[in-house]
DNA sequence: ACAAAAGTGTTCCTCTTACACCCATGA
DNA sequence: TCATGGGTGTAAGAGGAACACTTTTGT
């Protein structure tokens, strides 16, 4: 007999990230006990169990409303995190008593969602005991969260280059500096400000408003929105500089 | 109460990758049935339940070498497809009855594998009665795999950009020539042999054997190892033309 | 008037692209 | 000697990087 397991459960947990104009955050819940008051410092990603007959991807999207309020947020899986020590005795064993359930093994699948993190979304968040925490400052995290955290930020990188994730992170119109700055605290680096307009405009991704910033002590910023169609055709692609293997070392002939 | 899942099951489907000089290939079997004949049609990707105290890349190691006879074959997890009806009924019974267990549910989880196609693997892949197969050429494979299949390409793609995973597709000493068609598979473009040369040695990430290719009908080309110092640090991306976003948009000041 | 961030051009130089011929080997 | 793919250089143009001042607003 080859000992397939049959009982495990499955979780999903989601770095839920938002920008707020300088930094790259994520939020953060506390965790429950079988004591129910929370415990102050153990914080963790927002998750919860799969139920039957329901996908991974709308456990996720169940999860991430509860976190948020939001329905249909832009959510992305990572990956699957399944030491069978991930989830220790005591921790087991709660989760079967507040579940009301038996199982011997937790998986659980990682999800990342992207929000914009306007006034309403923090005082939702606030109202339910929800933190949001710049990312660099996140040093510890129960179980296995500071892992599915790491990984689901730097699969988020590399979305970012290739795709225009990265525009659900800001509110619809938005300012070339807003731009820039999130670009800057996702990848921690530093851009030429002339250079980066120059070739954000050649490369058409951008529509231009109307409409400039209000009430900014300082020249008002004008103020555009994503052009969708730009892309699913040709070139577009962020160029992260030189992170990566065989810079520039294809070239398509004709 | 919230109808909590807790009796899944997992399994993993591998897409082992192998490169024969002109063509990426996968490998596949073939279904077995209630009936225990093989039904020669019913391709899909090697694959198997997760074991009890088994972490799911212990299990896809497991899996891959059973189908390639190798240890410490490089696996990356690519998805998970959990939709609960991904088998059908008469699916799930044979499982159930083929192992010997009873499950709700089977949940599998995507890895892809490179291997060094060369005689001894076709060797053994062909007295285990798996099949080697272009991957333009596959249009039908067995429940979902299609799109497990397809998952893992464009995973190992964007892999492929960004970290030097195509020498696990290759010979320990290749040529250059070699590596150019690889890329031309992987990528499905044509590539300006004589412009990939510069680039390429530029970039040092190959080292210069002593040795030459022999017994072919033409000027002998030299073999080259990967220099895996040329990793870890800096400037080294593949440079996919114009496929994504962003194109040449960001540049690091100083 | 001051502070603070927006917005704007040019030069230098590197990197990309396009392209054609001779070379070494086995048959 | 022929067929086959290996291996090589250059010139023209595009695109990247570096860099400083004026403008507009609120206080």
Redesign the interface.
Known sequence: ??????????SVDCAIFGFDGTNLKTLLVRRRTVDPLYHEKELKLPGG?????????EAASRIAEGATGLRDLYLK?T??F???ERVDEDELKWICQY???????V?T?GYYALVKLDQGMTRYTKSKGAVWVNVDDIHYLIMDHMDILSDALSVLQ?D?????VAFKLLPKKFTVRQLQNL?EAV?G????NR??RK??FA?G?LLETEEMEDNVNHKPARLYTLNKSA?GK?????????????????????
Chains 1, 2 share one sequence.
């Open positions: 007999m080859d000992n397939v397991q049959t009982n495990s459960a499955i169990m799969i139920r039957e007959n329901e996908t991974l991807p899986q990956s699957i399944s030491d069978p579940h009301g359930i038996h199982t011997d093994r998986v699948v590399k970012i280059v290739w795709s225009p670009l990848f680096i530093e851009i030429d250079n980066f070739k954000l490369s991704i892309f040709k070139g577009n692609r962020m160029d992260i500089v030189n992170l990566s293997l065989f810079s520039g070392l294809l070239s398509v002939r004709k």
